[in-house]
Protein backbone atom coordinates (compact mmCIF):
# COMPACT_ATOMS: atom_id res chain seq x y z
CA UNK A 1 0.00 0.00 0.00
CA UNK A 2 1.48 3.46 -0.65
CA UNK A 3 0.37 6.90 -0.69
CA UNK A 4 0.03 9.11 -3.85
CA UNK A 5 2.25 9.82 -6.17
CA UNK A 6 2.23 12.14 -9.39
CA UNK A 7 4.65 10.82 -11.24
CA UNK A 8 4.58 8.72 -14.79
CA UNK A 9 6.01 5.84 -16.05
CA UNK A 10 4.97 2.67 -18.56
CA UNK A 11 5.35 0.11 -15.91
CA UNK A 12 4.28 1.88 -12.92
CA UNK A 13 3.29 5.53 -12.17
CA UNK A 14 7.04 6.71 -10.87
CA UNK A 15 8.75 7.71 -13.27
CA UNK A 16 8.50 10.26 -15.66
CA UNK A 17 8.65 10.50 -20.00
CA UNK A 18 10.19 13.03 -21.60
CA UNK A 19 8.30 14.83 -24.44
CA UNK A 20 9.96 16.50 -27.56
CA UNK A 21 7.47 19.49 -28.30
CA UNK A 22 5.31 19.25 -30.95
CA UNK A 23 4.72 21.31 -34.20
CA UNK A 24 1.49 22.77 -34.70
CA UNK A 25 -0.89 21.43 -37.09
CA UNK A 26 -3.36 22.94 -39.19
CA UNK A 27 -7.06 22.70 -38.10
CA UNK A 28 -10.13 22.56 -38.88
CA UNK A 29 -12.54 20.84 -36.42
CA UNK A 30 -15.86 21.21 -36.78
CA UNK A 31 -18.64 22.81 -34.12
CA UNK A 32 -20.17 20.15 -31.94
CA UNK A 33 -22.86 18.22 -33.22
CA UNK A 34 -26.40 18.36 -32.19
CA UNK A 35 -27.73 15.51 -30.48
CA UNK A 36 -28.00 12.28 -32.74
CA UNK A 37 -28.78 9.45 -31.09
CA UNK A 38 -29.14 8.03 -26.98
CA UNK A 39 -27.98 5.29 -25.76
CA UNK A 40 -30.57 3.33 -24.16
CA UNK A 41 -28.70 0.96 -21.84
CA UNK A 42 -25.25 -0.75 -21.60
CA UNK A 43 -24.02 -1.90 -24.78
CA UNK A 44 -22.46 -5.30 -25.26
CA UNK A 45 -19.14 -6.28 -24.78
CA UNK A 46 -19.27 -7.22 -28.69
CA UNK A 47 -20.74 -3.83 -29.72
CA UNK A 48 -18.44 -1.07 -30.64
CA UNK A 49 -19.19 1.98 -28.46
CA UNK A 50 -17.55 5.53 -27.74
CA UNK A 51 -19.42 5.46 -24.71
CA UNK A 52 -18.04 5.46 -21.68
CA UNK A 53 -17.86 2.32 -19.74
CA UNK A 54 -19.95 1.60 -16.86
CA UNK A 55 -17.31 1.29 -13.62
CA UNK A 56 -18.58 -1.94 -11.40
CA UNK A 57 -17.23 -2.67 -7.95
CA UNK A 58 -14.71 -4.99 -6.57
CA UNK A 59 -16.84 -8.15 -6.16
CA UNK A 60 -17.45 -7.75 -10.43
CA UNK A 61 -13.73 -7.39 -10.64
CA UNK A 62 -12.67 -10.45 -8.76
CA UNK A 63 -15.02 -12.52 -10.61
CA UNK A 64 -13.65 -11.13 -14.56
CA UNK A 65 -10.28 -11.36 -13.00
CA UNK A 66 -10.62 -15.77 -12.18
CA UNK A 67 -10.92 -15.26 -16.55
CA UNK A 68 -6.88 -14.12 -16.22
CA UNK A 69 -6.25 -18.00 -14.96
CA UNK A 70 -4.25 -19.01 -11.36
CA UNK A 71 -3.08 -15.88 -9.97
CA UNK A 72 -2.16 -15.28 -6.54
CA UNK A 73 -2.88 -11.72 -6.28
CA UNK A 74 -3.04 -8.61 -9.05
CA UNK A 75 -1.17 -5.15 -9.05
CA UNK A 76 -3.85 -2.17 -9.01
CA UNK A 77 -3.27 1.40 -9.86
CA UNK A 78 -5.62 4.20 -8.80
CA UNK A 79 -6.69 7.47 -9.58
CA UNK A 80 -9.11 9.70 -8.19
CA UNK A 81 -12.89 9.38 -9.09
CA UNK A 82 -13.97 12.95 -8.97
CA UNK A 83 -17.86 13.98 -7.75
CA UNK A 84 -18.99 16.02 -11.40
CA UNK A 85 -20.39 14.73 -14.45
CA UNK A 86 -19.21 12.67 -17.14
CA UNK A 87 -17.96 14.29 -20.52
CA UNK A 88 -15.80 13.20 -23.79
CA UNK A 89 -14.17 14.16 -26.52
CA UNK A 90 -14.25 12.20 -29.83
CA UNK A 91 -12.13 12.94 -32.62
CA UNK A 92 -14.14 11.33 -35.43
CA UNK A 93 -12.04 7.96 -37.19
CA UNK A 94 -8.91 10.46 -35.94
CA UNK A 95 -10.05 12.82 -38.46
CA UNK A 96 -10.35 16.85 -37.63
CA UNK A 97 -14.36 15.98 -36.91
CA UNK A 98 -15.06 16.67 -33.16
CA UNK A 99 -17.99 15.52 -31.50
CA UNK A 100 -18.90 15.89 -27.81
CA UNK A 101 -20.81 12.61 -25.68
CA UNK A 102 -22.05 12.41 -22.25
CA UNK A 103 -22.17 8.88 -20.15
CA UNK A 104 -25.50 8.77 -21.84
CA UNK A 105 -25.53 10.61 -25.43
CA UNK A 106 -23.44 10.28 -28.18
CA UNK A 107 -23.34 13.73 -29.36
CA UNK A 108 -23.88 17.05 -27.47
CA UNK A 109 -24.10 20.72 -28.21
CA UNK A 110 -24.60 24.55 -26.77
CA UNK A 111 -28.30 23.63 -27.62
CA UNK A 112 -28.72 20.31 -25.78
CA UNK A 113 -25.66 20.58 -23.12
CA UNK A 114 -24.55 18.55 -20.21
CA UNK A 115 -24.04 21.38 -17.43
CA UNK A 116 -22.39 23.77 -19.38
CA UNK A 117 -19.61 21.63 -21.02
CA UNK A 118 -20.42 22.01 -24.51
CA UNK A 119 -20.81 25.74 -24.08
CA UNK A 120 -17.38 25.43 -23.12
CA UNK A 121 -15.76 23.42 -25.83
CA UNK A 122 -17.20 25.95 -27.67
CA UNK A 123 -15.19 28.78 -26.37
CA UNK A 124 -12.15 27.21 -26.74
CA UNK A 125 -9.58 27.86 -29.06
CA UNK A 126 -9.40 24.92 -31.35
CA UNK A 127 -5.61 25.11 -31.58
CA UNK A 128 -5.64 24.33 -27.09
CA UNK A 129 -7.90 21.08 -28.35
CA UNK A 130 -6.09 19.51 -31.06
CA UNK A 131 -2.55 20.44 -29.62
CA UNK A 132 -3.55 18.23 -26.72
CA UNK A 133 -4.78 15.30 -29.09
CA UNK A 134 -1.46 16.06 -30.97
CA UNK A 135 0.58 15.33 -27.78
CA UNK A 136 -1.43 12.17 -26.72
CA UNK A 137 -1.02 10.70 -30.46
CA UNK A 138 2.89 11.72 -30.36
CA UNK A 139 3.02 9.64 -26.84
CA UNK A 140 1.20 6.69 -28.16
CA UNK A 141 3.41 6.12 -31.11
CA UNK A 142 6.18 6.84 -28.97
CA UNK A 143 5.20 3.98 -27.18
CA UNK A 144 3.83 1.72 -29.52
CA UNK A 145 6.25 2.56 -32.40
CA UNK A 146 5.25 -0.39 -35.29
CA UNK A 147 1.04 0.26 -34.24
CA UNK A 148 -1.22 2.48 -37.06
CA UNK A 149 -3.71 4.87 -35.31
CA UNK A 150 -7.03 3.77 -37.09
CA UNK A 151 -10.60 4.95 -35.53
CA UNK A 152 -11.81 6.83 -32.96
CA UNK A 153 -9.47 8.67 -30.45
CA UNK A 154 -11.23 9.37 -27.11
CA UNK A 155 -10.53 11.98 -24.53
CA UNK A 156 -12.87 10.60 -21.77
CA UNK A 157 -12.89 13.00 -18.77
CA UNK A 158 -15.29 14.63 -15.88
CA UNK A 159 -16.38 17.72 -16.34
CA UNK A 160 -16.21 19.35 -12.45
CA UNK A 161 -16.92 22.62 -10.70
CA UNK A 162 -18.69 25.16 -9.12
CA UNK A 163 -22.48 24.32 -10.36
CA UNK A 164 -21.94 21.19 -10.86
CA UNK A 165 -22.06 18.83 -8.09
CA UNK A 166 -22.32 19.29 -4.65
CA UNK A 167 -20.98 18.08 -1.32
CA UNK A 168 -17.26 17.93 -2.52
CA UNK A 169 -14.09 20.10 -2.33
CA UNK A 170 -13.93 20.52 -6.27
CA UNK A 171 -17.75 22.23 -6.14
CA UNK A 172 -15.51 25.38 -4.73
CA UNK A 173 -12.68 25.25 -7.97
CA UNK A 174 -13.93 27.41 -11.03
CA UNK A 175 -15.50 24.39 -13.75
CA UNK A 176 -12.40 22.58 -15.51
CA UNK A 177 -12.17 19.25 -17.31
CA UNK A 178 -10.20 16.41 -16.51
CA UNK A 179 -9.27 13.57 -18.33
CA UNK A 180 -9.33 10.62 -16.67
CA UNK A 181 -8.86 8.04 -19.53
CA UNK A 182 -7.81 7.68 -23.53
CA UNK A 183 -9.22 5.75 -25.97
CA UNK A 184 -6.91 4.66 -28.99
CA UNK A 185 -7.24 1.50 -31.33
CA UNK A 186 -10.64 0.91 -29.75
CA UNK A 187 -8.33 0.16 -26.25
CA UNK A 188 -7.89 2.30 -23.43
CA UNK A 189 -4.04 3.14 -22.64
CA UNK A 190 -2.48 3.27 -19.33
CA UNK A 191 -3.26 6.82 -17.54
CA UNK A 192 0.16 7.17 -16.02
CA UNK A 193 1.69 6.91 -19.45
CA UNK A 194 -0.27 10.50 -20.52
CA UNK A 195 -0.35 11.95 -17.09
CA UNK A 196 1.89 15.28 -18.00
CA UNK A 197 -0.41 15.77 -20.85
CA UNK A 198 -2.46 19.15 -20.16
CA UNK A 199 -3.24 22.82 -20.45
CA UNK A 200 -4.58 23.97 -17.53
CA UNK A 201 -4.08 27.77 -18.19
CA UNK A 202 -6.90 26.36 -20.83
CA UNK A 203 -8.84 24.15 -17.42
CA UNK A 204 -7.56 21.27 -19.09
CA UNK A 205 -6.32 19.27 -16.38
CA UNK A 206 -5.12 15.22 -15.96
CA UNK A 207 -6.48 13.00 -13.22
CA UNK A 208 -2.34 12.64 -12.58
CA UNK A 209 -2.61 15.83 -10.85
CA UNK A 210 -3.68 14.11 -7.87
CA UNK A 211 -0.97 11.30 -8.22
CA UNK A 212 -2.04 7.51 -8.17
CA UNK A 213 -2.71 4.94 -5.67
CA UNK A 214 -0.85 1.37 -6.12
CA UNK A 215 -2.27 -1.97 -4.19
CA UNK A 216 -1.79 -5.27 -4.23
CA UNK A 217 -5.16 -7.49 -4.44
CA UNK A 218 -4.63 -11.24 -2.57
CA UNK A 219 -7.02 -13.64 -4.14
CA UNK A 220 -6.67 -16.16 -0.68
CA UNK A 221 -7.41 -12.63 1.20
CA UNK A 222 -9.78 -10.81 -0.57
CA UNK A 223 -11.34 -9.21 2.30
CA UNK A 224 -7.74 -8.13 4.11
CA UNK A 225 -7.11 -6.60 0.44
CA UNK A 226 -10.71 -4.99 0.81
CA UNK A 227 -10.04 -3.49 4.09
CA UNK A 228 -6.54 -1.99 2.65
CA UNK A 229 -8.80 -0.30 -0.05
CA UNK A 230 -11.73 1.50 1.40
CA UNK A 231 -8.80 2.94 4.04
CA UNK A 232 -7.42 4.33 0.97
CA UNK A 233 -10.64 5.45 -0.27
CA UNK A 234 -11.80 6.63 2.84
CA UNK A 235 -8.92 9.21 3.22
CA UNK A 236 -9.52 10.36 -0.34
CA UNK A 237 -13.36 10.83 1.18
CA UNK A 238 -12.23 12.75 4.23
CA UNK A 239 -9.44 14.82 1.98
CA UNK A 240 -9.93 15.04 -1.88
CA UNK A 241 -6.21 14.92 -3.13
CA UNK A 242 -7.48 16.50 -6.63
CA UNK A 243 -8.74 19.77 -4.49
CA UNK A 244 -6.18 19.55 -2.47
CA UNK A 245 -3.12 19.86 -5.19
CA UNK A 246 -4.99 23.17 -6.59
CA UNK A 247 -5.60 24.67 -2.85
CA UNK A 248 -8.56 23.79 -1.53
CA UNK A 249 -9.59 21.62 0.94
CA UNK A 250 -12.55 19.15 1.69
CA UNK A 251 -14.38 15.57 0.73
CA UNK A 252 -13.33 13.79 -2.20
CA UNK A 253 -15.42 10.99 -3.80
CA UNK A 254 -13.29 7.94 -4.05
CA UNK A 255 -10.94 5.87 -6.13
CA UNK A 256 -10.92 4.30 -9.20
CA UNK A 257 -8.71 0.86 -9.63
CA UNK A 258 -7.48 -0.61 -12.69
CA UNK A 259 -5.71 -3.67 -12.95
CA UNK A 260 -1.88 -2.43 -13.72
CA UNK A 261 -1.20 -5.22 -16.18
CA UNK A 262 -4.67 -5.45 -17.98
CA UNK A 263 -6.15 -1.57 -17.84
CA UNK A 264 -6.79 -1.36 -21.59
CA UNK A 265 -10.25 -3.52 -20.46
CA UNK A 266 -12.92 -2.03 -18.32
CA UNK A 267 -14.31 -5.32 -16.91
CA UNK A 268 -11.03 -4.66 -14.76
CA UNK A 269 -11.62 -1.87 -13.59
CA UNK A 270 -13.33 -0.82 -10.21
CA UNK A 271 -14.23 1.79 -8.17
CA UNK A 272 -14.28 2.28 -4.45
CA UNK A 273 -16.42 4.80 -2.31
CA UNK A 274 -17.09 6.14 0.68
CA UNK A 275 -20.26 6.59 2.70
CA UNK A 276 -21.29 9.73 1.93
CA UNK A 277 -21.23 9.54 -2.23
CA UNK A 278 -21.89 6.24 -2.55
CA UNK A 279 -24.21 4.66 -4.56
CA UNK A 280 -25.16 1.23 -2.57
CA UNK A 281 -24.24 0.00 0.68
CA UNK A 282 -25.15 -3.34 -0.07
CA UNK A 283 -21.43 -4.53 0.51
CA UNK A 284 -22.60 -2.85 4.30
CA UNK A 285 -25.77 -4.65 5.18
CA UNK A 286 -25.58 -6.12 8.72
CA UNK A 287 -26.07 -9.86 8.69
CA UNK A 288 -29.13 -9.72 10.65
CA UNK A 289 -30.76 -7.52 7.57
CA UNK A 290 -30.05 -10.48 5.32
CA UNK A 291 -31.07 -12.94 7.42
CA UNK A 292 -34.39 -12.31 8.10
CA UNK A 293 -37.50 -13.75 6.19
CA UNK A 294 -37.33 -13.47 2.42
CA UNK A 295 -39.90 -10.20 1.54
CA UNK A 296 -38.16 -8.33 4.63
CA UNK A 297 -34.87 -9.45 3.41
CA UNK A 298 -35.79 -7.75 -0.51
CA UNK A 299 -36.93 -4.77 1.12
CA UNK A 300 -33.59 -4.24 3.00
CA UNK A 301 -31.94 -5.08 0.17
CA UNK A 302 -33.88 -2.51 -2.20
CA UNK A 303 -33.52 0.07 0.76
CA UNK A 304 -29.64 -0.40 -0.11
CA UNK A 305 -28.88 0.16 -3.13
CA UNK A 306 -31.89 2.41 -4.06
CA UNK A 307 -30.07 5.23 -2.26
CA UNK A 308 -30.42 9.34 -2.33
CA UNK A 309 -27.04 9.71 -4.85
CA UNK A 310 -28.49 6.68 -7.16
CA UNK A 311 -31.60 8.92 -7.62
CA UNK A 312 -30.20 12.01 -7.84
CA UNK A 313 -27.87 10.59 -11.10
CA UNK A 314 -31.19 8.85 -12.56
CA UNK A 315 -32.36 12.32 -12.42
CA UNK A 316 -29.68 13.37 -13.86
CA UNK A 317 -30.20 11.34 -16.84
CA UNK A 318 -34.09 12.19 -17.07
CA UNK A 319 -33.22 15.97 -17.88
CA UNK A 320 -30.74 15.00 -20.78
CA UNK A 321 -33.75 12.85 -22.34
CA UNK A 322 -36.53 14.41 -24.66
CA UNK A 323 -38.92 11.92 -23.77
CA UNK A 324 -39.10 12.36 -19.74
CA UNK A 325 -41.53 10.59 -17.27
CA UNK A 326 -41.47 8.31 -14.49
CA UNK A 327 -41.76 5.40 -16.86
CA UNK A 328 -37.99 6.10 -18.25
CA UNK A 329 -36.59 7.17 -14.97
CA UNK A 330 -38.16 3.80 -13.25
CA UNK A 331 -36.41 1.82 -16.19
CA UNK A 332 -33.60 3.15 -15.61
CA UNK A 333 -32.74 3.14 -11.62
CA UNK A 334 -34.45 -0.35 -12.14
CA UNK A 335 -31.41 -1.48 -15.14
CA UNK A 336 -28.81 0.18 -12.28
CA UNK A 337 -29.18 -1.19 -9.69
CA UNK A 338 -29.57 -4.86 -11.97
CA UNK A 339 -26.52 -4.36 -13.36
CA UNK A 340 -24.18 -2.73 -10.79
CA UNK A 341 -25.88 -5.33 -7.93
CA UNK A 342 -26.18 -8.18 -9.95
CA UNK A 343 -23.27 -10.22 -7.73
CA UNK A 344 -24.84 -9.13 -4.52
CA UNK A 345 -28.65 -10.56 -5.86
CA UNK A 346 -27.26 -13.62 -6.51
CA UNK A 347 -25.18 -14.28 -3.28
CA UNK A 348 -28.08 -13.11 -1.66
CA UNK A 349 -30.63 -15.24 -3.69
CA UNK A 350 -32.77 -12.56 -4.71
CA UNK A 351 -34.39 -12.78 -7.94
CA UNK A 352 -35.16 -9.37 -10.11
CA UNK A 353 -38.87 -10.34 -10.26
CA UNK A 354 -38.77 -10.32 -6.90
CA UNK A 355 -36.94 -7.10 -6.14
CA UNK A 356 -38.26 -4.96 -9.15
CA UNK A 357 -41.66 -4.49 -6.94
CA UNK A 358 -39.31 -3.15 -3.91
CA UNK A 359 -37.43 -0.51 -6.02
CA UNK A 360 -40.57 0.61 -7.81
CA UNK A 361 -42.31 1.06 -3.87
CA UNK A 362 -38.90 3.43 -3.20
CA UNK A 363 -38.46 5.40 -6.59
CA UNK A 364 -41.98 6.08 -7.66
CA UNK A 365 -42.66 8.44 -4.45
CA UNK A 366 -39.41 10.07 -4.46
CA UNK A 367 -39.74 10.88 -8.22
CA UNK A 368 -43.30 12.72 -7.83
CA UNK A 369 -41.59 14.61 -4.74
CA UNK A 370 -38.78 15.51 -6.86
CA UNK A 371 -40.63 16.83 -9.79
CA UNK A 372 -42.38 19.02 -7.48
CA UNK A 373 -39.66 20.60 -6.41
CA UNK A 374 -38.24 20.90 -9.68
CA UNK A 375 -41.59 23.14 -10.33
CA UNK A 376 -40.65 25.02 -7.29
CA UNK A 377 -37.57 26.29 -7.99
CA UNK A 378 -38.46 27.00 -11.69
CA UNK A 379 -41.03 29.06 -10.46
CA UNK A 380 -38.34 31.22 -8.19
CA UNK A 381 -36.19 31.51 -10.58
Known amino acids: ?????????????????????????????????????????????????TLYPKIKKLTDFIYAAKGLGPKPSIHLTGSAKLHGTHADIVF??????????????????????????????AGTDRVTIFALRDRILERYRKLNPDTEVIGDVVIAGEWCGTGVQKKVAI??????????????????????????????????????????F??????????????????????????????KALGVSGRGEGIVWKAT???????????????????????????????????????????????????????GYLSQKEAAGMGNFLKWVLNDCLLEEKMEMEKLKISKGKLSPAIADITKPWFWARLERAGREANEQ
Request: contains cysteine; proline residues 5%; charged residues 25%.
Open 1 to 49: MSTPSSSISREAPTEAIDVPPIEQLSLKAKEPAVVQSIQESEPSSKERT
Open 92 to 121: VDNTDEVRLQSRNQLALGVKNDNCGFAAFF
Open 171 to 212: AAIPKFFAIISININDAWVPDWEYGDICDEDARFFHISKAGF
Open 214 to 243: TQELHFDNAATSEKAIQKLTDAVENECPFA
Open 261 to 315: NHCSDPQFWFKSKGDLLAVSHSNRLPASAVATGNRERVDNFAKAIVTEIRLEQGW
